[in-house]
């Protein structure tokens, strides 16, 4: 029997970016603690297909197709979630893209999509539902999505880098102002995760030898492995956390 305070039943989790990869494995582990989940993503054939996997599973799962950089799309989304009655609890901003290339090559227009995906869409969301669990009264919870780039740089991700580092300061910002709402903001800061965004790099020998020798646990993350750490973020049992991020890297940010 799992303990009372990580049961998440009776509550609805919005996690942006889940049709697939680090997403999708988040709210799988949410739902499994008992939450309804609305999955998000801006291709609704595929986000169909996600949500349908899930309900196989006997999974309670709604759609909210939108684009989470486009400020009215996210109002007429939650506009459509009240019309509808689903009242979301949890928000998980996990919506993300990544563009290696050298800063002195990178465009303005190229800068600033990374830095919408990444940091301005956990804003925009974040908003909308906290506007709303404000005014319920019964408080929520937000969870925004960093990086080991919250707190180190890498070569060829710069943008990268600063959206990241950004959401741990939005993540502060969020708590400073909500707390007193019953609104426990905080962050998760995955390590290098074997995800379809990371294949490439996980193709690549030499980086990956690097991620295993770099990192204590000598291997890649799995994604089901944030599931635990959301679970904790998204329950009661995280009520007096507010502002923090938990890196799950396989102890690679503990270790020079």
């Known amino acids: 029997m799992s303990h009372p305070?990580?049961?998440?039943a009776g509550k609805t989790a919005?996690?942006?970016?889940?049709?697939?990869g680090l997403g999708h494995a988040i709210a799988e582990g949410l739902a499994q603690a008992g939450a309804r989940l609305v999955l998000n993503g801006?291709?609704?054939?595929?986000?169909?297909?996600?949500?349908?996997?899930?309900?196989?599973k006997g999974h309670a799962v709604d759609e909210a197709a939108f684009d989470v950089t486009d400020e009215a799309a996210v109002c007429a989304a939650f506009a459509r979630l009240d019309a509808a009655g689903v009242a979301v609890d949890i928000l998980v901003n996990n919506a993300g893209i990544q563009l290696r290339k050298p800063l002195v090559d990178?465009?303005?227009?190229?800068?600033?999509?990374?830095?919408?995906?990444?940091?301005?869409?956990?804003?925009?969301?974040?908003?909308?539902?906290?506007r709303r669990m404000i005014a319920r009264g019964q408080g929520g919870k937000v969870i925004n999505i960093g990086s080991l780039t919250s707190e180190a740089a890498r070569a060829t991700v710069g943008p990268y880098t600063a959206a990241k580092g950004g959401i741990k300061m939005l993540t502060r910002a969020m708590a400073a102002e909500w707390a007193e709402h019953g609104i426990q903001a905080n962050a998760i800061g995955p390590g290098y995760m074997a995800t379809e965004m990371n294949t490439a790099l996980m193709d690549n020998p030499s980086f990956d030898a690097w991620v295993k020798g770099?990192?204590?646990?000598?291997?890649?993350g799995r994604p089901d492995e944030l599931a635990g750490t959301a679970?904790?973020?998204?329950?009661?049992a995280s009520d007096y956390v507010s502002g923090q991020i938990i890196y799950v890297?396989?102890?690679?940010?503990?270790?020079l």
């Not at 990444?118 to 804003?123: E, V």
């Open 231 to 236: 679970i904790y973020l998204a329950s009661a």
């Open 42 to 56: 801006v291709d609704p054939e595929r986000l169909a297909r996600s949500a349908e996997a899930l309900r196989a």
């Open 214 to 220: 770099r990192t204590p646990a000598r291997r890649w």
């Open 14 to 20: 919005l996690v942006t970016g889940s049709s697939r």
């Open 106 to 130: 990178l465009s303005a227009a190229e800068w600033g999509r990374v830095i919408d995906t990444n940091l301005t869409s956990a804003f925009l969301v974040g908003r909308e539902a906290a």
């Open 249 to 255: 890297d396989g102890g690679m940010l503990a270790v």
């Open 5 to 8: 305070l990580f049961n998440l």
